[in-house]
Nanobody, 119 residues
Framework: QVQLVESGGGLVQPGGSLRLSCAAS????????MGWYRQAPGEKRELVAT???????EYLDLVKGRFTISRDNGKNTVYLQMNSLKPEDTAVYYC?????????????WGEGTQVTVSS
């Protein structure tokens, strides 16, 4: 059974920092690209950052220079370091694991963790 379990969300003041973690089980972690998505109330889910199995990263323009995605294959965990947080970063953040295989794509989601940026 595949599980992606996010942690590290919470309430933080503008300008503050949080580090999200996503612990994966039930998959061969180092074969999967990992990503963080977010969804604010009334908005569509959007891609925040991705990291390939080889460590290549990509970011939503809005978070470039503030957020950093990383992975620890030994711990089956992906992280999202979020600095200089803004109220518009408030959302539920979801962890995603994706791998393309000959028969298609395998994709898994976590349950999400709430991030609220407010004074």
């Amino acid at each position: 059974q595949v599980q992606l379990v996010e942690s590290g969300g919470g309430l933080v003041q503008p300008g503050g920092s949080l580090r999200l973690s996503c612990a994966a089980s039930g998959i061969i972690f180092n074969l999967y690209g990992m990503g963080w998505y977010r969804q604010a109330p009334g908005e569509k889910r959007e891609l925040v950052a991705t990291i390939t199995s080889g460590g290549t990263t990509e970011y939503l323009d809005l978070v470039k220079g503030r957020f950093t995605i990383s992975r620890d294959n030994g711990k089956n965990t992906v992280y999202l370091q979020m600095n200089s947080l803004k109220p518009e970063d408030t959302a539920v953040y979801y962890c995603n694991a994706r791998r393309t295989v000959p028969r298609g794509t395998r994709e898994y989601w976590g349950e999400g963790t709430q991030v609220t940026v407010s004074s």
